[in-house]
């Protein structure tokens, strides 16, 4: 039930922001709105650790500056290679493990995956995600592992 | 407004405006579907990033900026999700990318 009320406060906190005029009426239909929402999410059943995985607020405030961290570097080296003329491209084909046990870290990692400019997640196959690389070494910078641990990390403060 | 915050802004929108035509310049650069997806990446990660990032700087603390926040965060969690199924339907299509090195095995 807490995870129901804590819903409809980011709910309602997402209405004002995106509204910007506090009238009684529109607070009011915020509140209604959020509230109704909120019980339907609950009758749906999707307000659990995943669908609302509040729970990971902490972890992620240092999971995701890592991440944006990680970006720039990646893009400003993909850039070097668009700019480059002669095009140094290698691209490369590989299979990466992941060892998180929840879908939300699974899901966080292959999606850290597509978002890293270089490198891209194609399919999940069991336990491994094939990777596109664009090259040899980014691929050979995902297959040591460092993004698994951090996602491991980040699904382990849970 | 002040004079430094002014031009942060301006630098931070003009290194957007410049990872946006690098994205650009990489999607018709690239040799098939899945290194265009790369180039791709660039405009959706550096170049969104910094253009929201320097509108940011450019209305300071207001609601304006808590919105743009919002549209950042969107970002950032829908545009892999397109890539990554734009590089599935081509797999599952078997559309074979153009590869240097193939380390799963298959000798696709």
Known sequence: ?158 | MDVALYFLSWALLAGGGFFCVVGAVGLLRMPDAFTRLHAASIIDTLGVGMIIAGLMVQSGLTLTTARLGIILVLVFFTSPVASHAIARSMRHRNVKPVLSEDRTGEGS
């Not at chain 1, 990680?70 to 299979?95: D, E, F, H, W, Y």
């Open chain 1, 1 to 158: 039930m807490g995870r129901v009320i804590s819903m409809a406060i980011v709910l309602l906190v997402f209405w004002l922001t995106l509204s910007g005029h506090y009238t009684t009426f529109l607070i009011t239909s915020g509140v209604i709105s959020a509230v109704a929402i909120a019980l339907l999410a609950y009758r749906m059943d999707v307000a659990d650790r995943e669908g609302h995985p509040i729970h990971l607020g902490l972890s992620a405030l240092t999971y995701w500056p890592w991440l944006v961290w990680q970006i720039i570097l990646s893009a400003l080296n993909v850039t070097r290679i668009i700019i480059n003329p002669s095009l140094p491209i290698s691209p490369t084909l590989t299979r990466v493990k992941m060892s998180q046990k929840t879908d939300v870290a699974r899901v966080t990692y292959a999606n850290s995956i597509t978002l890293t400019p270089g490198t891209i997640s194609v399919d999940i196959e069991g336990d491994e995600i094939l990777v596109h690389a664009i090259t040899r070494d980014n691929a050979s910078d995902l297959e040591a592992g460092g993004m698994d641990r951090r996602c491991t990390q980040f699904e382990g403060s849970v």
